[in-house]
């Protein structure tokens, strides 16, 4: 059984930092690309960064590069999102899911998903 669980988030001020953590279980990152996505009430959901051990890739939204950092580790079957320099338009519930092989930007695509975990940013 595939379990992805999202955990990290909080309440920060604008410019300050967290690190989200996704927990995988029941599936390893040479079939499954991780992705991190984030919704805010009321909009779609959408694809903020992505890692793919298959092609080597690591994808950012434009709304967060040099900003967001992905990473995993593979023997704890965890990957990692830093968010640096947060603003309020990041404030959003993020969601770990899994998609088959390669990262996509379409949320419809990821397989298993995790519970959410609520990031918020003051102004």
């Known amino acids: 059984e595939v379990q992805l669980q999202a955990y990290g988030g909080g309440l920060v001020q604008t410019g300050g930092s967290l690190r989200l953590s996704c927990a995988a279980s029941g599936l390893t990152f040479d079939d499954y690309a991780i992705g991190w996505l984030r919704q805010v009430p009321g909009k779609e959901r959408e694809v903020v960064s992505c890692?793919?051990?298959?092609?080597?890739?690591?994808y950012y939204a434009d709304s967060v590069k040099g900003r967001f950092t992905i990473s995993d580790d593979n023997a704890k079957n965890q990957v990692y999102l830093q968010m640096n320099n947060l603003k309020p338009d990041d404030t959003a519930v993020y969601y770990c899911?899994?998609?088959?092989?390669?990262?996509?930007?379409?949320?419809?695509?990821?397989?298993?998903w995790g519970k959410g975990t609520l990031v918020t940013v003051s102004s």
């Open positions: 899911a899994a998609a088959a092989v390669f990262c996509t930007l379409s949320p419809q695509e990821y397989d298993y």
């Open positions: 890692i793919s051990r298959s092609d080597n890739t690591k």
